[in-house]
């Protein structure tokens, strides 16, 4: 990994740590914003940012990112346009939309950086900043985006796969519910290569519920070895859990994300713990780095990432999280 390309800003890079809540304030207009902080709107000129991801249907992880990205919209008097498809000639079409309606700027996720490419390229001769978000830390300066905000996926897998060692755990299924994204084979490839056990990937089809949960069932139905089952989002740990019961599987459960239902299941115990990189605020910073660089000039980390995880959430912490979940900004 590249690290001098890294500056590790809005959390500190450390898997034990649970980080706090964010908010901003700012402007002439109070309000509330859905976690329950008060902001501020600008007094800037009106302007247009489009937000183009990867997410399948059903992805609560999405829905935080939009919160997020919605309330900096809100403070920056800004329009906020969504769209996504988790195909990436279908997000590259989308990102084309965007340029031709002639946003103001384009956060956009690089879970498909080769698919992207291209139409990065078209925004940036269009004169429309880009800045990559969640996926894409390998790519995104190579594409040409302005900055990048989110987890060293490679660097929270390793995190996953040093506390399997800590745990104990001697066979690791990592479940991939999006084959090529290259966010999720970061995570499976850093866990596998700090796990001193074994490690073999389950790849899933994350848009159909009950084949995940089936498809989990099954392999741990047929390998008794596996005692503990690593998914890569929150509602496939909720599908895990399932699949445990039904096969009878003493196997444990860690994740990567959160939400709502997942903060229960931590608490609960049915589930050991969550890799958090703090969606709300991948939003949320990619959207201001954007007015920030349209009104100002600046640029969020000068150039380099600007990490927001990885960090654990388990029952040592999780009621720091749960409030916050509750408000679906967690």
């Known amino acids: ?122 925004a940036k001769a269009a004169g429309i900043p880009v800045v990559a978000f969640n996926s894409g830390l390998e790519q995104w300066q190579k594409l040409g985006a302005l900055g990048f905000f989110g987890q060293d996926e490679s660097l929270a897998g390793q995190a996953f796969g040093n506390r399997l060692n800590t745990v104990g755990a001697k066979h690791a299924l990592c479940v991939v519910q999006e084959q090529g994204s290259v966010a999720l084979e970061a995570r499976c490839a850093g866990l596998k290569q700090a796990f001193k056990g074994t490690t073999e990937n389950l790849y899933v089809n994350g848009a159909d519920p009950t084949a995940v949960q089936s498809t989990i069932q099954a392999k741990l139905q047929q390998d008794h070895s596996i005692d503990f089952v690593a998914t890569l989002a929150a509602p496939v740990a909720q599908l895990a859990v399932q699949s445990v019961a039904s096969a009878g599987s003493s196997a444990k459960i860690g994740t990567f994300d959160t939400n709502k239902a997942l903060v229960k299941l931590v608490e609960d115990g049915k589930v050991e713990w969550s890799v958090d990189q703090q969606p709300y605020l991948e939003g949320y910073l990619s959207v201001d780095a954007l007015w920030l660089y349209k009104t100002n000039g600046n640029m969020s980390g000068g150039g380099k990432a600007v990490l927001t995880g990885p960090s654990f959430i388990d029952k040592t912490n999780i009621a720091a999280v749960a409030k916050f979940a509750e408000s679906g900004t967690r």
């Open 1 to 122: 990994m590249k690290r001098n390309r890294v500056a590790a800003v809005a959390v500190a890079v450390s898997a034990l740590l649970a980080v706090a809540g964010c908010s901003s304030s700012g402007g002439k207009q109070a309000q509330q914003n859905a976690s329950g902080a008060s902001a501020g709107t600008a007094n800037t000129p009106r302007m247009k940012i489009a937000m183009i991801t990867h997410a399948a249907p059903g992805d609560t992880f999405w829905d935080i990112v939009q919160k997020g990205a919605k309330e900096a919209a809100a403070k920056d008097n800004a329009d906020f346009v969504y769209s996504n498809d988790p195909d990436g000639a279908k997000q590259a079409t989308l990102m084309q939309n965007a340029i031709d309606q002639k946003v103001d700027g384009i956060a956009v996720d690089l879970a498909h950086p080769d698919a992207m490419a291209g139409a990065v390229a078209k």
